[in-house]
């Protein structure tokens, strides 16, 4: 897997828009990028997956850089049910590689 | 709901001990990934199968044995457990290998070792 770097934290005020970084500058041009999501107390939760492209689904928007070098999740409207651990990861295409998490970035959402 | 079941949820056993957690994948689902989490070192995988075979090896101790049965369900098996292996133990599953789509994530069983 490239090497993924985030935030260890961040903040949000509710209804207000977040954006999550990642830094991933060692993908390979087949390489998906994945986020996915950790509520407390709960099993992670997919997010959204791109390749080029930017991604819309009803939970966020990804927006990958044209160098593919960094992507942002995108919270539209941060509500308190959105605070959790947020994780980047872009695993190789090739092969038989399973996701592999880093530490993530905490999101927590202030009412 | 993920649709993916592990069981049991919470477990609370003695060092030197054997456990087995449970794990059944979504209908369809041919993958079966394992990962602990503990609060020290975040969420790690530890195996993978797909069709009844290993497909690939994370850091699972010597300890720790997994296997993925006809019927799909995958068993995870720790023994002589130490303090240290308290933690979550997810299950995941996928339809298939490829890191095109998503993994669904069950519930995760909750291991205590005193």
């Known amino acids: 897997d490239a090497k993924t770097t985030q935030p260890n934290s961040m903040e949000s005020n509710e209804e207000e828009p977040v954006h999550l970084p990642c830094n991933h500058s060692t993908i390979s041009g087949t390489d998906y990028i994945h986020w996915y999501r950790q509520l407390p107390s709960q099993g992670p939760e997919y997010v959204i997956h791109?390749?080029?492209s930017n991604v819309n689904n009803r939970m966020a928007s990804l927006a990958i850089a044209e160098d593919r070098k960094s992507s942002t999740l995108i919270l539209h409207r941060a509500t308190l049910r959105d605070a959790a651990v947020y994780y980047c990861t872009t695993p190789r295409h090739s092969g038989n590689t399973p996701l592999v998490f880093g530490k993530g970035t905490r999101l927590s959402v202030i009412a | 709901d993920s649709g993916v079941t592990q069981t049991p949820k919470h477990l609370i056993t003695a060092t030197g001990q054997r456990v087995t957690l449970r794990c059944s994948p979504r209908?369809?689902?041919?993958?079966v990934y394992w990962y602990q989490q503990s609060l020290d070192q975040g969420l790690q995988f530890l195996i993978q199968?797909?069709?009844?075979?290993?497909?690939a090896k994370g850091n699972i101790l010597e300890r720790f044995s997994a296997q993925q049965f006809p019927d799909l369900h995958s068993e995870l098996n720790l023994s002589s457990l130490e303090l240290g292996d308290s933690a979550l133990y997810f299950c995941a599953s996928s339809v298939d290998t490829r890191n095109t789509g998503e993994l669904f994530f069950g519930e995760g069983s909750r291991l205590t070792v005193l």
């Open positions: 791109g390749l080029t």
């Open positions: 209908s369809g689902d041919l993958s």
């Open positions: 199968y797909y069709n009844g075979e290993e497909r």
